[in-house]
């Protein structure tokens, strides 16, 4: 898989405006400001690919990049959930969104969800997962911000989130800014994918 191929494809902001449900897709999701775009960026070695900023709720799409010629292959943005800076009516209207793309995309083969290692999951994030395990669709949950821990915290960080996962749900510590756990996450991408 060659993530240095990534370019933007679309954003949509109903189902009616998704790309073809064809092909395979892993999607990125996550608490608002959980660093959902800039795992992708770093994923694919592009700094701008996607759209970054320190407002929670800046993602209010659904974006897709395509990995290959034919965009039958992509990652997927998600919005995020939980706090974010918009009116309580858009973060609706972006939940309603979530839940029917990840309940009715037959090409989403992953899910890789984002949560800071420095915090205990969330009953949001919990759900998710819930849902990804009757779902039954392997989810990566990438720690960020790992960097900011120590080894030993890390460890605990990844031993305490496997506790709490799904079997079909592995945890990985990762850092968008140092590239801890870049290759793992590249690597399980990738196999969802192919």
Not at 41 to 54: D, E, M, P, V, Y
Not at 182 to 187: P, W
């Amino acid at each position: 898989m060659n993530f240095n191929l990534a370019r933007f494809l679309t954003s949509a902001a109903a189902m009616r405006g998704l790309p073809p449900d064809e092909g395979r897709e892993v999607a990125f999701v996550g608490r608002s400001n959980a660093g959902k775009s800039s795992a992708i960026n770093r994923l694919c070695t592009r700094r701008g690919l996607a759209r970054t900023s320190s407002t929670p709720g800046r993602t209010r799409l659904l974006n897709f990049f395509a990995l290959d010629e034919d965009a039958l292959i992509r990652l997927v943005d998600l919005p995020g959930y939980g706090y974010a800076k918009a009116p309580k009516s858009e973060q609706a209207k972006w939940a309603k969104l979530i839940e029917a793309y990840l309940a009715n995309r037959q090409s989403l083969t992953g899910l890789v969800l984002l949560a800071d290692s420095r915090l205990q999951l969330k009953p949001t994030d919990e759900q998710l997962l819930d849902w990804s395990r009757a779902s039954e669709l392997p989810t990566l949950v990438l720690l960020t911000k790992a960097d900011k821990l120590s080894r030993n915290e890390q460890a605990r960080a990844v031993a305490n989130a496997r506790s709490r996962i799904p079997a079909n749900a592995e945890p990985l510590a990762f850092s968008a800014v140092s590239g801890l756990g870049l290759d793992a996450a590249r690597a399980w991408v990738s196999n969802h994918l192919e």
